[in-house]
């Protein structure tokens, strides 16, 4: 079945470390993004793909960064900049650009600082 | 700029109750408009969509009308069960990458 597989589930991050989050889809989306949700929030988006090797930075970019070398995968780097990286994250992709284009999502991983 | 905008949670009604959950959109142009669900702990799954003006999407018993006099797309559903607790995100779509997202209205039901 095709979809998005987010892992680890569940990560712990040490204080001054970096940690990434895998996500990989087997779609053939052109389009990635990232989402970071607070306990009780809506999301906000860290950064968007569009095509491979390319990738723009969302409303709450600092203290991540993301690369995307291959279509099908899209890493989410969470720095030692980032002071709290807190949150449940979620990775999404959509057909491409345009109206009537829905997003679909992984099931998360929660980060928790230790 | 477009924007969407729910009526705040938590909303919370017995099994078998009447719902609706209220969402109104600022955009130019003729966005698409989308209901998404989150069950706690998961990501958020489509439940249905609208692509342009008086289109009505549905699924699982839920239903939305694209009204453009109005700018809204409220979600109903006939009788709600204890399933169908969950988090609802509205959210538009116009021609860039992006999805506007509302921010989301907890429903909680009671047996």
């Known amino acids: 079945d095709g979809g998005i597989t987010q892992s680890p589930k569940y990560l712990f991050r040490k204080e001054g470390q970096n940690v990434t989050l895998s996500c990989e889809q087997n779609?053939?989306?052109?389009?990635m993004y990232w989402y970071r949700q607070d306990p009780g929030q809506g999301l906000r988006l860290i950064y968007y793909s569009q095509i491979v090797n390319d990738f723009q930075k969302g409303d709450i970019a600092e203290g991540y960064s993301v690369s995307r070398e291959k279509k099908e995968s899209f890493p989410l780097t969470v720095t030692s900049a980032q002071k709290n990286p807190t949150a449940f994250y979620l990775c999404?992709?959509?057909?491409?650009?345009?109206?009537?284009?829905?997003?679909?999502f992984g099931d998360g991983t929660r980060l928790s600082i230790l | 700029g477009n924007s969407v905008t729910q009526m705040e949670g938590p909303v919370t009604l017995s099994e078998e109750a009447f719902l609706t959950i209220n969402c109104t959109y600022t955009a130019t142009g003729y966005p698409s408009l989308f209901w998404y669900v989150q069950y706690p702990g998961e990501g958020l799954q489509l439940l249905l969509k609208?692509?342009?003006a008086d289109d009505k999407g549905s699924n699982k018993g839920f239903e939305a009308t694209y009204r453009k006099e109005t700018t809204s797309f409220h979600l109903e559903k006939g009788s709600v069960q204890v399933s169908d607790s969950a988090v609802y995100f509205c959210a538009l779509s116009d021609w860039g990458y992006q999805l506007i997202w509302g921010a989301g209205t907890k429903l909680i039901i009671k047996p």
């Open positions: 999404a992709s959509s057909p491409g650009q345009g109206v009537n284009q829905p997003q679909h």
């Open positions: 779609l053939n989306h052109d389009a």
């Open positions: 609208a692509t342009k």
